[in-house]
Nanobody, 125 residues
Framework: QLQLVESGGGLVRPGGSLRLSCVAS????????IGWFRQVPGQEREGVSC????????VSVDSGNGRFTISGDNAKNTVYLRIDRLSPEGTAVYSC??????????????????WGRGTRVAVSS
């Protein structure tokens, strides 16, 4: 059974960067689509980036919350999300989610059936 564990969150100053990690167990990235999502309390969860089993990626447009870069390391069964140019609006809980591989990964949360517990990112001076 697929399990996902996120890490790498923390407190960062505006303009700073973080790299979040999502470690998968119970399956391998060769058979998975992995998405990263963010959620601010009281708001809907939104997709920020995803990577499919072949390494193709989808990245949301920088909306002022930060610039996202997603990558995968199959040897470590880990997907990374780098966030640059963080702003206070980037404060949120970031979670990764997985599903059996499809033609292309999606930023829609409804298609994913396994979720990690999330890692909190706080942006403040």
């Amino acid at each position: 059974q697929l399990q996902l564990v996120e890490s790498g969150g923390g407190l960062v100053r505006p303009g700073g960067s973080l790299r979040l990690s999502c470690v998968a167990s119970g399956s391998t990235l060769d058979y998975l689509d992995i998405g990263w999502f963010r959620q601010v309390p009281g708001q809907e969860r939104e997709g920020v980036s995803c990577i499919d089993s072949r390494g193709s990626t989808v990245v949301s447009v920088d909306s002022g919350n930060g610039r996202f870069t997603i990558s995968g390391d199959n040897a470590k069964n880990t997907v990374y999300l780098r966030i640059d140019r963080l702003s206070p609006e980037g404060t949120a809980v970031y979670s990764c989610a997985g599903r059996p591989a499809e033609d292309l990964c999606s930023l829609g949360s409804s298609g994913y059936d396994r979720w990690g517990r999330g890692t909190r990112v706080a942006v403040s001076s």
